[in-house]
């Protein structure tokens, strides 16, 4: 299986549920990303790792929490979420982030719907 | 401060036609790359077409083109022949040389291709 890969497609949780989102790469990636996308809002930065380093955290919730074991593989772990927190949440990976060119993008995966209820 | 502007919340093209999103950017960065992505129903995001800040010339992909203005700081995207299965939302994003730097995307724009 090639590029990008996140599971669930879908998911519906009560607000007092764990679960966790699985992202999957095999392109040979080293950084990755998990972004959030609302309703009528750009794309939200969440979370970004780099060599399984977490590298940045946008004032992420603490109710979201990412997991990156290795390069190929990074998960986010939910629980006690809120209504306002169904969304769009997208997986990307792409080259080393400290590679200083600029020509690369990023690959996302499908995405996993989430909602809350 | 919005580092990616798209004006256009919507946009609709007759089959066939050619359609241009807009796209402009702030940064004091004077290395940078910037991006489009497709991003249909389905929810992937779909790596279009990139330019570089200092290409001297405007980047080209298929159908796809980018009308690069640096002096104006816009970056539009120009699809030729419009097809039905470019209906989908439409982002630009930019990834600045600094750091740890990451992509900025815009809100999007929203093409719809009629027959």
């Known amino acids: 299986e090639t590029g990008v890969t996140q599971t669930p497609r879908h998911l519906v949780m009560g607000m007092t549920n764990k679960k966790s989102l699985k992202c999957e790469q095999h392109l040979g990636h080293n950084a990755m990303y998990w972004y959030k996308q609302s309703a009528k809002k750009p794309l939200e930065l969440m979370f970004v790792y780099n060599f399984k380093e977490q590298t940045e955290n946008n004032s992420v919730p603490s109710r979201f929490s990412p997991e990156c074991p290795n390069s190929s593989h990074l998960f986010l772990h939910l629980h006690t979420l809120q209504p306002e927190d169904s969304a769009l949440y997208l997986c990307a990976s792409s080259q080393d982030l400290r590679d200083r060119g600029l020509n690369y993008g990023y690959t996302f995966g499908s995405g996993t719907r989430l909602t809350v209820v | 401060a919005q580092k990616i502007t798209q004006t256009q919340p919507g946009m609709f093209v007759q089959e066939k036609e050619a359609v241009t999103l807009d796209c402009t950017y702030d940064t004091s960065d004077p290395s940078y790359g910037l991006f489009w992505y497709k991003q249909p129903s389905s929810g992937e995001m779909i790596f279009l077409i990139y330019?570089?800040?200092?290409?001297?010339q405007n980047a080209t992909e298929g159908r796809y083109s980018l009308n690069f203005q640096k002096a104006r700081k816009s970056a539009n995207l120009v699809i030729s022949a419009s097809q039905l299965g470019d209906s989908a939302m439409y982002f630009c994003a930019m990834r600045e040389n600094s750091g740890y730097s990451t992509l900025t995307f815009g809100k999007g724009t929203m093409l719809l291709v009629s027959p």
């Open positions: 330019q570089g800040s200092y290409d001297q």
